[in-house]
């Protein structure tokens, strides 16, 4: 089973409207969440960081949340638009920062914004 | 800056013939990585180098081989292909400074026969 579950798996809203996407984890211990944006046909590029300690981050129109007790993120995205359509990964990161291999990465969720 | 360079974009392999795929970052990166991404799964690290000389396994390291040529390079090879591979594959790096800021190069796409 995977650590990291994201939900729902794709999405389809209009353009301006908002949408919440989802991110369940189980790793523990846990050294902190990053939402990525990947463009189709593209790598993906970090949105936001946050520590176990955060709450809530924002970057321009994205606020991530985080409930470290109930092992959930959110990634809110605010009056969304046609360049929003993309996967949109959450990675969780184990306690031990230095091993590199203690990323745990979902399975994305496809948004798409239609006009 | 270049970022995350990746070749070749897209490739066809035949089971059983071999390749190597090409990263290269101009980021004057400590560590880079390799991944595979597969259809309703996160991204699964096949290897990693932590610095200039050193490779690990990652989670999912069968069939494949590594080579951290210098600081700039690190190149996966698969010896002999098989269907289970065809997949999008990401290389990224990061600095030792700011190890959790992953960048990403474009993918290579590669369909096995």
Known sequence: KNQVEQSPQSLIILEGKNCTLQCNYTVSPFSNLRWYKQDTGRGPVSLTIMTFSENTKSNGRYTATLDADTKQSSLHITASQLSDSASYICVVRGIAWYNNNDMRFGAGTRLTVKP | NAGVTQTPKFQ????GQSMTLQCAQDMNHNSMYWYRQD???GLRLIYYSAS??????GEVPNGYNVSR?????????LESAAPSQTSVYFCASTHRTSPETQYFGPGTRLLVL
């Open chain 2, 69 to 77: 040529l210098n600081k700039r390079e690190f190149s996966l090879r």
């Open chain 2, 52 to 57: 200039e000389g050193t490779t690990d396994k």
């Open chain 2, 39 to 41: 259809p309703g799964m």
């Open chain 2, 12 to 15: 066809v392999l035949k089971t």
